[in-house]
């Protein structure tokens, strides 16, 4: 499994509604992530800055290229850009981290 890790930029005041949109995270969207080879996915606020660190993992080979031009990801992009920092075509913005440590 590769590790990663990203952040991404929740707009101020929007914690709740965040968290109150992926407690009811679609099904279809679970099971694309899934498909992909997406696993252990976690989403960490910090309150201080509103910035979101994301973490996870994914089998070699896996297709989450893919993702950005599936229906329901562009939906679900729709759905979420009122509250966070979003890109021209919809899609979170979304800095990756280097991994500086790891101990199995």
Known sequence: ?????????????????????????????????????????SIHLDEETSILFAYLERREGHAMDALPGHPVMRRWWDHMKDIMRANADGSPVAVPLTEMFYLP
């Open 1 to 41: 499994m590769q590790r990663t890790a990203f952040k991404m930029f929740l707009n101020p005041g929007c914690a709740a509604e965040y968290r109150l949109r992926h407690d009811a995270i679609w099904p279809e969207l679970a099971s694309l992530l899934r498909e992909a080879g997406v696993a252990n996915y």
